[in-house]
């Protein structure tokens, strides 16, 4: 009797949540602001910035934890992730902080030409847990566009 009530309680979940998957939206990239070095080193550094996104979707999300890589000009950049727990608002802009960890040698060796330039073409790929509630889905991050040295800098 347990398992059943167990296992209607879930179907009744899934059948409450899984309508709202097919519609969501990917939150839109902005632009990225407040680049702090937190730590530099000659192999490795670690950087701090916040992302901003607009949320196109008419509920909150909530975000769990994020990882993944970075590329500037398709050089390796380093690694990224987010391990606190964000409130997404619905149809709203929201800030992501970011800890980015670069490797300096891969930095040095295959970016300087693309810091003398105006534009870089900034490549990301992760992952980010996202969900509402206790229900958590991991969701593929991709994004790809130029983005100007003098703003990031700022």
């Known amino acids: 009797m347990q398992g059943r009530l167990f296992y209607f309680f879930c179907l009744m979940v899934l059948s409450f949540y899984l309508p709202s998957c097919n519609s969501f939206k990917e939150p839109d990239f902005k632009r990225i602001d ?53 409130h997404i608002p619905a149809r709203d802009s929201f800030y992501l902080p970011v800890k980015l960890k670069v490797d300096m040698g891969k930095l040095l060796k295959n970016s300087f ?24 889905i991991n969701y593929p991050i991709n994004y790809e566009g130029k983005q100007n040295i003098a703003a990031l800098l700022k």
């Open 34 to 86: 407040n680049i702090n070095l937190d730590k530099l080193g000659v192999k490795e550094s670690t950087l701090s910035l916040n992302l901003y996104y607009f949320n196109p979707n008419n509920s909150k999300l909530k975000l769990k934890e994020v990882q993944g890589e970075a590329w500037i000009d398709g050089n390796v950049l380093g690694m990224f992730s987010m391990d606190s727990l964000i």
């Open 113 to 136: 030409a693309a810091f003398l330039s105006n534009e870089v073409m900034l490549r990301v790929k992760g992952v980010a847990k996202v969900g509402k509630s206790f229900v958590y």
